[in-house]
């Protein structure tokens, strides 16, 4: 078999196909004409629920948080006289926290500032208590109630407060 005989025959079949015929005048997409149940508005209305679903969830879950923040601010403001005491930094994780040594825990990087400086440590989360109120239980306020990256210390706000109010 000569590979250059080959090679003409197959493309003496190009001339067999019609090149003068119109195709289907169907402006529809491939996938709007096999899955016709799929309407772009019906799908971006249900991408919006999924928006709408994921947000709420979100709120609802802040507004759980910071509820227990609140009531574990206040017991703790008690606990440390304001964050002066030498049990500021004690960890009252335990007191909030009452789940086995076994118990599924997550570990996080979080940045912690204080007023003499700062650092990035792996800290421990369990998942019986939200986040923020177990790094409060450590002396820092977390950045956020869900899923903080940095904390401050109630020792450098408390000084943040202070400079504010006496600096006029």
Not at 70 to 97: G, I, M, Q, V
Not at 138 to 163: K, T
Request: include cysteine; charged fraction near 20%; charge should be neutral.
């Amino acid at each position: 078999s000569n590979p250059e005989a080959d090679t003409l025959n197959v493309l003496s079949a190009w001339g067999s196909i019609p090149w003068d015929v119109m195709s289907s005048t169907n402006h529809n997409q491939p996938s709007q004409s096999r899955y016709p149940l799929l309407d772009p508005n019906i799908v971006a209305a249900a991408r919006q629920r999924d928006r709408d679903i994921d947000q709420q969830i979100l709120v609802n879950n802040r507004q759980k948080a910071m509820s227990k923040l609140f009531n574990s601010y206040l017991w703790l403001r008690e606990k440390t006289n304001h964050w002066t005491t030498e049990t500021s930094f004690h960890d009252f994780a335990p007191r909030f926290c009452r789940c086995s040594e076994t118990a599924r825990r997550t570990t996080a990087w979080i940045d912690l500032v204080d007023l003499t400086g700062q650092e990035r440590v792996k800290f421990q989360y369990c998942d019986c208590m939200p986040r923020c109120v177990q790094v409060l239980a450590s002396g820092f306020l977390a950045s956020s109630p869900l899923e903080p990256s940095a904390a401050f210390s109630m020792r450098l706000l408390a000084y943040h407060n202070y400079a504010w109010h006496h600096s006029n």
